[in-house]
């Protein structure tokens, strides 16, 4: 069975900006969560999605937007990037039930300059 | 690669030399904790997993205690490996809680 797949693995933008990343979930998970991880915030939760509606929400500032599919694949959206949003950005799925494991995609690095 | 986090703890160890990594966990009400492995560059890797009603899980090369009397965790590698270096984060859930808690992680550098 094939694993979280994201991409692009790597981008770079300049402030103001905006940018949009995309994760295709395993097959059959229906929930998908996307984390933001710095070195000096560690891993941070962004939002997750299930059945096309935003189920969790982080605390993250209204710049940071999702949206998932009926497939269940799913868009992360940052408009007016700030330097500060440079991260290696994850994508998590899994079946959608709390006793469920989250896998992870291998992340895409964005660099804001 | 590139690191994933500054300023981890680190562990040490010569291959060969068992590993262990701790974790304490602050939700007396999680009831479901997982182990991942991180390496450089990649996303975090699912190894082991437990729930609250054990207190031990063996898997390959790998064995995760939980006490939850004093709400710690932590994860025994035998025999460690170069291939093991990695940052390793334990997360928890509660309560059906859709999304885990993740600590800050541990360095495992592991010397040949």
């Known amino acids: 069975k094939a694993g979280v797949t994201q991409t692009p693995r790597y981008l770079i933008k300049t402030r103001g900006q905006q940018v949009t990343l995309s994760c295709s979930p395993i097959s059959g998970h229906r929930s998908v969560s996307w984390y933001q991880q710095t070195p000096g915030q560690g891993l941070q939760f962004l939002f997750e999605?299930?059945?096309?509606?935003?189920?969790n929400k982080g605390n993250f500032p209204g710049r940071f937007s999702g949206r998932q599919f009926s497939n269940s694949r799913s868009e992360m959206n940052v408009s007016t990037l700030e330097l500060g949003d440079s991260a290696l950005y994850l994508c998590?799925?899994?079946?959608?039930?709390?006793?469920?494991?989250?896998?992870f995609g291998p992340g895409t690095r964005l660099t804001v300059l | 690669g590139e690191s994933v986090g500054l300023h981890l703890p680190t562990l040490s160890v010569q291959e060969g030399d068992n590993s262990i990594i701790n974790c304490a966990y602050s939700n007396s009400a999680s009831d479901y904790f997982i182990w991942y492995k991180q390496e450089s560059g990649k996303g975090p890797q699912f190894i082991i997993d437990?729930?609250?009603?054990?207190d031990k899980r063996q898997g390959q090369r790998v064995t995760v205690l939980l006490n939850k009397t004093v709400k710690h965790l932590s994860l025994q590698i035998a025999a460690t490996q170069p291939g093991d270096s990695a940052v390793y984060f334990c997360?928890?859930?509660?309560?059906?809680?859709?999304?885990?808690?993740f600590g800050r992680g541990t360095s495992l550098i592991v010397h040949p």
């Open positions: 437990i729930r609250s009603n054990m």
């Open positions: 999605y299930f059945s096309e509606t935003q189920r």
């Open positions: 997360a928890e859930k509660s309560g059906g809680s859709y999304i885990p808690t």
């Open positions: 998590a799925s899994d079946k959608g039930f709390g006793t469920d494991t989250q896998y």
